[in-house]
């Protein structure tokens, strides 16, 4: 079983930055994939950013340009900074972990970003 624990989120100011962490265990396979989702009210929950060990990154559109996901592969960590942010990212963000051999998908608890306008 593997466990996701997020922390960083919080209230921040459109134009500030945020940083989000999260920190992976348990049994976790080394071919893996981690990033972020997030779900606003009354919303779908969608991508955010994504990275696959040893690969690039992947963004929303919306985010490019603004966010900067990294892993430290060492900690099993992964970190979304978020940067020049906007009201509508305001969501719940969920941190995810993609297992690739056998295939399993782990999620977090979840994490409150509110950008206030």
């Known amino acids: 079983q593997v466990q996701l624990v997020e922390s960083g989120g919080g209230l921040v100011q459109t134009g500030g930055s945020l940083g989000l962490s999260c920190a992976a265990s348990?049994?976790?396979?080394?071919?893996?994939?981690m990033g972020w989702y997030r779900q606003a009210p009354g919303k779908q929950r969608e991508l955010v950013a994504t990275?696959?060990?040893?690969?690039?990154?992947d963004y929303a559109d919306s985010v490019k340009g603004r966010f900067t996901i990294t892993r430290d592969n060492t900690k099993n960590t992964v970190y979304l900074q978020m940067n020049s942010v906007k009201p509508e990212y305001t969501a719940v963000y969920y941190c995810?972990?993609?297992?690739?051999?056998?295939?399993?998908?782990?999620w977090g608890q979840g994490t409150q970003v509110t950008v206030s306008s």
């Open positions: 348990g049994r976790i396979s080394s071919i893996n994939v």
């Open positions: 990275l696959a060990r040893g690969g690039s990154p």
């Open positions: 995810n972990l993609k297992a690739m051999a056998p295939f399993v998908n782990y």
